[in-house]
C-alpha cells in the first residue's frame, strides 16, 4: 500500500478553501469543540443536490454541503470519519469545480479533491478509488511521476478486466506521456519496453472486458470498452513504430523469458501476436519465438505462428503444411476461422487457385467471411481464361467474380464494387453470342450462375 503522508500544504487548501465558502456564503466558522458530529455529517448530506435545478440553485447547494462537510472534519475529528464521508467529499468539491472561475478558489478545491482522495486510502484500500486518484493525478498534469506509477501499479493489475476504461486508457497515457517521453539516454528503452509490456497486459484486460459487456448486452460498457482499445492500438504505435523496433525489443526479451511453462507460453503469444500486427513474420526474431513456442507446446497456434513464418519467407510447402496442421489441431475451436483463411490466402499467392477456393469455401463465421468470399473471387477472375469452351464463356466468369465482390462488400470487406467488371463480355460479345442482359448464364467450372449484365 502507498504511504500517504497529507502535507502541511493540503491542510491549508482545505482550509482556505472552507474560509472561502464560509465568507462567500455569510456563515462563520465555528468552534469545534461544542459541534456536534452527527448534525453536521447529516447536514452536509441533505444539503448535496438530490435533483438537477438551475446553476445558480446547484453552486449555492454545492457551497452548502462543503460549508458542513468541513465543520464534521473538526466536530469529529480526523480518525472518527469513514471512506464514505471522504467519498462525498470528493464528490461535492468535483462539482464546486464546476461552478468555479476564480484560480485561487480553483486550486484550493483540487487540492482538497487530493485532501479526500489520500484521506480514504488511509481509512479503506480499493483499489478502484486508487486508480481513480492516478487519473485524477495525470489529469490535471501532475508531474509526480513516480507516485501516479505507483498508484496505478497497485490498482490496475488488482482489478485486471475490472478496471474502468478510463483508468487504463489514462495509465497507457502516463506510460507514454509521463513516463517514455521524460526518459533520457539508456532510460528511454527501458521506458520502450515497459511500454510494450504493460500494452500486452492491458489489451489482455480489455478484451476480456468486452467479451463480458457483450456477453451481457451491456451496450455503453461494449462501447467503452471499444474506445479503450481503440486507444491503446493508436498510442502503441508512437511507441512501436515498425519491426525494426519490435524485434530489436524482443530479441532481448528472448534471454529473458520466463521460467515456469504457462507463463513463458503465454509471454511468446503475445509476443508473436504483436509481431504478427506489425507484419514482422519475415524476421529472424519472429522466427526464433516461433521454434521457442513449438518447443514448448506444439500446439495450433504454434503450428500457425510457424506457417506465418515461412510463408513470408517463401517457404510455401512448408507453409501450407503447418496452417493444416493448425487447421487440424483447432478443430471447430475459436481460431478455425483465422486459420483457414490463413491458408487460404497462402494458397492463392502460391497459385493454388482451386485449393485456395475450396479452403475459402469452408469459413462460415462472419468475422473473416467477407475475406473469404474476396479470395474466391480473386480466384475465379484469376482463372477466368483458362475456364469455359468460349471467349464468351471465359469473359463470363468475371460477371460471377464480381457477384462474389459484392457478397464480400456486405460481409465487411473492402473492396470495389465494380471489380472485374472491365473484363466481363460487353454489349457486343453479349449480341454476338446470342445472349440478352438479365438473363442467366451457368459459369461451367464452378457449377454456379451468374447474371447478364
Known sequence: MIKINIEMKIKKSIILAVLTL???????AQDGAGDDCAKFRSLYFQYIPQTTTDDESMRKQYRDAANFWAQAITACGMEN???????NGKYIY??????TE???QL????????FCFESRMKVENDPSWTADYATYLVGQGSTDYDKIDQLYKESIHKLKSESSATDIMYYFKHLIMNKFNSAKGDEKEVARTEVIDEYIVLSEYVSEAHKKAKAEANENSVARSAQARDYLDKYFLLIAKDCDILTEVFAKKLATLPQEKAEKLAKVNSYLGLMDQKQCQSTAVYGQFVDTLILLEPTADAYYFGASYASSNGNSSKAFKYYEKAVEMEGD???????LLSLANAQYKAGSYKSAYNTAKKINGDEFKGDALLICANVIAATANDCGDTTFDRKANNWLANDYVNR?????AS????????RAPDTGDIFEAGKAKGGSHLCACWGESTTIR
Open 22 to 28: 464560509f465568507t462567500s456564503i455569510g456563515v462563520s
Open 415 to 422: 473492396a470495389s464494387s465494380g471489380k472485374f467488371l472491365d
Open 94 to 99: 468535483n462539482n464546486l469545480v464546476k461552478y
Open 333 to 339: 475451436g475459436p481460431n478455425k476461422d483465422k486459420y
Open 102 to 104: 476564480d484560480s485561487v
Open 107 to 114: 486550486k484550493n478545491f483540487n487540492d482538497t479533491i487530493v
Open 81 to 87: 470519519l469513514d471512506a464514505k464521508f471522504f467519498y
Open 408 to 412: 464480400a462488400i456486405s460481409a465487411g
